[in-house]
Structures are given as structure tokens and as C-alpha cells.
């Protein structure tokens, strides 16, 4: 069986309904319009902490490694520079982060988390529980297991293509 024999309903539901050009491509379709509505779930769910989608990554991985520089991030967070200097800058408006100059490397600056950005800790794990929850509530646990087994593999195929 092709991919493409699979028959993937589209005309009611959260994928609404398939332009026809998407025939060629349903699986494509189905993971563009589901990450449209996680993203759009997981900016809800970040509103009350004053942020945006993205943002909480960037503050998890600093909860990982107290410091680092904007280059450390963009390769971690596998993002433009541009990304990085966006979300840092209004992260170090809202006084979450701050930063300092390196003490081995004049030139660079390293990312922090200041007390408040440490704070919020909690709340975003929590606020990722509940996008998680959400999510798969009418998975069985088996599904769970398998749908992000295969969202890895489909990961590694895009993201080997894009380096």
C-alpha cells in the first residue's frame, strides 16, 4: 500500500476540507493543519504567562543550561538567527532573561534566566502537561506511544532533507 492509497477524509473535522491539490500529498496536509491548530492551542495556553509560542522552549533549554550564547541556542532550538535575537529581545523586555558578557569571549554575550524567568518554570511545564493532555486525550496509551514514535520518524525524514 502507497501512502497515497491511504484514504484520508477531509471534508469534516479539525483537517476541514482537502483542496484538491493536497491529493497528492495528504499526509503533508494533515501535519500542516494539525501543527496550524497545536500552535494556535499552545499560544492559548501561553497567553496568561505573556507568551508566545516558542518562547517557553527557548526559556526550557536555559533552565537546561544556565547559560548560553545566542549561537548555542539557534543550534538547539534548530531556528534562524534572526529568531533568536527576536525572541530574546522581548524576553529581556519582559525581564525574564538578561544578558552577560562572556568571561572567556569578549565579544559574546551569554543568555541568562533571571529570577523571574526561573519562576515561570513551573508554570510552563504545567501549561505542557496540559497542551500534552489535551492533545492526546482520545488516544488509548498505545497510540500515544506509536503516534509520537512515528511523528519522530517523520521528523528525522524532513529535518535530514532541510540540513
Given amino acids: 500500500m502507497k501512502p497515497n492509497d491511504i484514504n484520508i477524509s477531509c471534508e469534516e473535522g479539525a483537517l476541514g476540507p482537502m483542496p484538491g491539490i493536497a491529493e497528492c500529498g495528504r499526509?503533508?496536509?494533515?501535519?500542516?493543519q494539525t501543527a496550524k491548530h497545536h500552535r494556535a492551542l499552545a499560544g492559548d495556553l501561553l497567553r496568561p504567562l505573556n507568551l508566545?509560542?516558542?518562547q517557553e522552549i527557548l526559556l526550557m533549554r536555559l533552565c537546561d543550561k544556565a547559560q548560553q550564547t545566542q549561537t548555542q541556542l539557534l543550534e538547539c532550538l534548530k531556528v534562524e538567527p534572526s529568531t533568536v535575537t527576536k525572541a530574546v529581545q522581548r524576553l529581556q523586555a519582559q525581564g525574564l532573561v538578561k544578558r552577560v558578557?562572556?568571561?572567556t569571549d569578549g565579544r559574546s554575550h551569554l543568555i541568562q534566566l533571571t529570577d523571574e524567568g526561573k519562576d515561570l518554570k513551573k508554570r510552563i511545564v504545567k501549561m505542557w502537561g496540559e497542551l500534552d493532555?489535551?492533545?492526546s486525550e482520545n488516544?488509548?496509551?498505545d497510540e500515544y506511544q506509536t503516534l509520537c514514535k512515528l511523528l519522530e520518524k517523520v521528523s528525522e525524514n524532513v529535518a535530514a532533507r532541510g540540513e
Fill in 52 to 54: 508566545c509560542p516558542g
Fill in 139 to 141: 488516544l488509548t496509551p
Fill in 101 to 103: 558578557p562572556s568571561a
Fill in 133 to 135: 493532555r489535551i492533545t
Fill in 27 to 32: 499526509l503533508s496536509y494533515a501535519i500542516f
